[in-house]
């Protein structure tokens, strides 16, 4: 849309001319150049560009203050729009350029090259994708501090899109040259990219020998017999174009430090790992609360509760890794075998809240023979705070009126565990079964 703005800034510098050429019958110079659907298109802007006025310099001031007017690319965007709604793709962004609005064109090989440096998540030639691309823009252009219409020629330049530059200067052209390119350190297409005389197959999982892939070796010999990284790449199922699914894995792992760190990464500090991404992140999230999950069930129906170790052993699982207080009732019959259990609350990192009205409303419910409770110390310390002692005081007072024994209340900690019943604190890796 360069011949609209042209026409604009023709009617704020010259309107005589540019009545007697535009508006008037006889075809301007640069109307006559235009093939038949832009010159109905351009009679529509006219049509839209005479809104703004009586004669055409009032009308061009009061557009370009209007532009001017908007303080971000977002609302000078939908201005265009809601005057020229015509305008497709690229085109309100060009005229927006054309009137010296500070922006990088999103075109296709810019988009290519924000994305090749890890700045835009992909390319779309959508308003959504094009949006994103100005918006990465407007941050390089922020930390650089470099005028935004040098930037989007250097950017021009660089990809290839700068009409009148020799293709030589394109270092990231679709075909680039990252041998010579001053960005390479900073590029993620360049970082995966095979070394310059490397063959562009890598090597992949399939092409090892059967005894030596991770899904055989899992069928052959069982799960146990597979390192983590095995049975992590068995879950993320393909890699990245420089590393198999089992060296993403490893370096996965060794980044977050082990299965721990794993289970503690956020979903997105999880996606944003090489060759994970979204889907493989939440299969892995899905795969560790699994295991957590079969590991709290084991034994989980008709289990007897003999002591507290036994409670430790039902509970301990589900507290790894757990950012959160969380305290949970165990209703029992009269042979102490567990018939229901619940979460009662989750508080906060230092402390739960609960009224015992709450706390023994399931086992009311179930018309438990017996009770017990536990609950967790995200710190790793399970020694009681004079809050908890004084709250299980009031427990066992609610539990002689209500005439339900509170067989014991537990905190559990990091591989430790207290035992209000025992009033003492235990090693669960050292002490034994009672």
Known sequence: MRELARAVRRAEEAPEEFARETIAEAPAPFRARLAKPRRAQLARALEA???????????????????????????????????????????????LQAWDWPLVL??????????????????????????????????????????????????????????????ALARCAPRPRCE?????????????????????RRSTIKDWDPRQRPRERLAENGAAQLSDAELMAILLRTGTARETALEVAQRALGELGGLNGLDEAALGELRAKPGIGMVKA???????????????????????????????????????????????????????????????????????????????RDAIRNSAAAVAFVHNHPSGD??????????????????????????DHIIIGAGRYYSFRDRSEFDARAAPDR
């Open 49 to 95: 560009f005479a809104a703004f006025g009586p004669e055409p310099r009032a009308a061009g001031l009061a557009l370009g203050a209007a532009l001017r007017g908007a303080s971000r690319l977002v609302d000078a965007l939908a201005f265009v729009r809601r005057t020229f709604p015509f305008l497709k793709g690229l085109e309100p962004y060009r005229l």
């Open 282 to 360: 939440v299969t892995i999230k899905a795969a560790i609360e699994l295991g957590k999950r079969l590991a709290s069930a084991v034994g989980r129906d008709g289990q007897g509760i003999r002591c507290a170790r036994d409670l430790y052993n039902r509970f301990q699982h589900r507290f790894i890794n757990a950012k959160q207080e969380q305290f949970h009732q165990v209703c029992l019959n009269t042979k102490h075998v567990v018939i229901a259990e619940s979460l009662v609350t989750q508080g906060t990192l230092a402390s739960s809240v609960v009224h015992p009205r709450e706390a023994f």
């Open 106 to 167: 999103p075109d296709g090989r810019r988009q290519t090259l924000f994305y090749r440096l890890g700045v835009l998540p992909g390319r779309s030639a959508t308003a959504g994708g094009m949006r994103l691309a100005c918006e990465a823009a407007e941050r390089i252009h922020r930390l650089t501090g470099e005028d935004a219409r040098a930037l989007d020629l250097i950017v021009g330049v660089f990809a290839g899109a700068a009409p009148g530059y020799p293709p």
């Open 180 to 200: 010579d390119c001053p960005a390479a350190a900073q590029c993620q297409y360049c970082k995966y990219r095979p070394p310059a005389g490397e063959s562009a």
């Open 382 to 407: 399970p020694a009681p705070s004079p809050r908890d002692i004084e709250f299980t005081e009031r427990l066992e007072e609610s539990a002689r009126i209500l005439g339900i024994p509170m067989l």
